[in-house]
């Protein structure tokens, strides 16, 4: 059964940062890419990043140079570090496994998200 489960959100001070994780299972992680995803209240879920099988990375504008992702393959894990903190990142980070070896082509499983709340 194929598993997707966030940890690592919280409530930060403007400037502050966070570790979001994406454990994974039941599956190698090893052939797929990943994307993360922020959803506001009332907005749409919007990708914010992504990591592909092969290590390539994709920002969305307003999070590059503060946010790395990263994938640690032999402990299933998806990460997201978020350095410099704003009010606007504020919202639901969702991490999703892509249909194959790159994104941008389909995300087929989700894991339940995890809130990031950015506030002085």
């Known amino acids: 059964q194929v598993q997707l489960v966030e940890s690592g959100g919280g409530m930060v001070q403007p400037g502050g940062s966070l570790r979001l994780s994406c454990a994974t299972s039941?599956?190698?992680?090893?052939?797929?890419?990943f994307g993360w995803f922020r959803q506001a209240p009332g907005l749409e879920r919007d990708e914010v990043s992504c990591?592909?099988?092969?290590?390539?990375?994709f920002y969305v504008d307003s999070v590059k140079d503060r946010f790395t992702v990263s994938r640690d393959n032999p402990k299933n894990v998806i990460y997201l570090q978020m350095n410099n903190l704003q009010p606007e990142d504020a919202g639901a980070y969702f991490c999703?496994?892509?249909?194959?070896?790159?994104?941008?082509?389909?995300?087929?499983?989700w894991g339940q998200g995890t809130q990031v709340t950015v506030s002085s």
């Open positions: 999703a496994r892509s249909r194959g070896l790159y994104c941008h082509r389909g995300y087929t499983d």
């Open positions: 039941g599956f190698f992680p090893d052939f797929y890419a």
């Open positions: 990591i592909s099988a092969d290590n390539k990375t």
